[in-house]
């Protein structure tokens, strides 16, 4: 077994495979209780929903640990490529990082990403040096074009946000992972450790959950659920299952049985 199995994003190298996010959890505390027991390395952060208008106000940054953690700003909140761009620059210039998860959203009921919207901000963010992960529908070909501008990851949804559905188009994430050249992560939707082992075991690179450990009766049994189900699918994948057959298959031999 390939015991140096790493994420690799950007030149960066990580052990986890899970990404959590800051949102819905009831209180800060079990926010970081969560990503202990997940062991996570990134963490994402919406920069908009910060207030950022007060230096003497502490923000969620205040209470996350810099030197443990990988801090992923997101332009989660922005509605078209004009206010995710501003994020990333904010971002940047804040000292946060270079890193941004790049998020196009104008729906708010459906939460679903701007394809050509999502596009069009990429372009701007990979030509000023940003690391972008792009957040889309379950899209090959965008996902594809995203890749051929220099994005650091695709990250298909599984589901709408905190629907806690699963896996729904299995086959879209499927030919997603066969075409990319860069690393896949299922990002939304996820609800169970079980959804978390099926998208690692068809390929995906990583998981990021927010809603199904924030809002679980107990976030960080839950997080290290969600861990052990991401190591799990990924030893799954890297194992080879055993095809499906339309029949059966008897698990010891009939040669030699006495009749």
Request: hydrophobic share 45%; glycine share 8%.
């Amino acid at each position: 077994m390939n015991t140096n199995d790493s994420l690799v994003i950007g030149g960066k190298a990580f052990k986890s495979r899970l990404i959590l996010g800051t949102g819905k959890y009831r209180n800060h505390d079990e926010m970081n209780a969560s990503y202990q027991a997940a062991d996570t390395e990134i963490i994402t952060v919406a920069l908009r929903r910060l207030d950022l208008d007060d230096p003497t106000k502490k923000t969620l940054l205040d209470y996350i640990d810099w030197a443990k953690y990988t801090i992923l700003p997101n332009t989660a909140g922005a509605r078209n490529v004009d206010e995710a761009v501003r994020t990333a620059r904010l971002a940047r210039a804040m000292g946060l990082s270079d890193w941004v998860k790049l998020e196009v959203i104008p729906d708010s009921k459906y939460l679903l990403p701007d394809p050509t919207g999502t596009l069009e901000a990429a372009k701007i963010l990979v030509d000023e040096g940003f690391v972008v992960l792009p957040y889309i529908n379950d899209d090959p070909v965008l996902a594809k074009q995203l890749q051929e501008i220099g994005t650091a990851t695709v990250m298909p949804l599984a589901s709408p946000i905190g629907s806690g559905q699963g896996m729904v188009n299995f086959e879209q994430i499927r030919i997603i992972i066969e075409q990319a050249t860069v690393p896949v992560i299922v990002d939304a939707g996820i609800g169970a450790p079980s959804d978390a082992a099926l998208a690692m075991e068809m390929g995906a690179d990583a998981c990021l959950v927010n809603t199904a450990v924030a809002l679980a009766g107990n976030p960080p049994l839950m997080a290290q659920a969600m861990a052990q189900a991401v190591e799990a699918g990924r030893k799954a994948f890297l194992a080879g299952r055993i095809p499906k057959k339309a029949y059966a298959s008897a698990s010891s031999p009939l040669e030699g049985v006495v009749r």
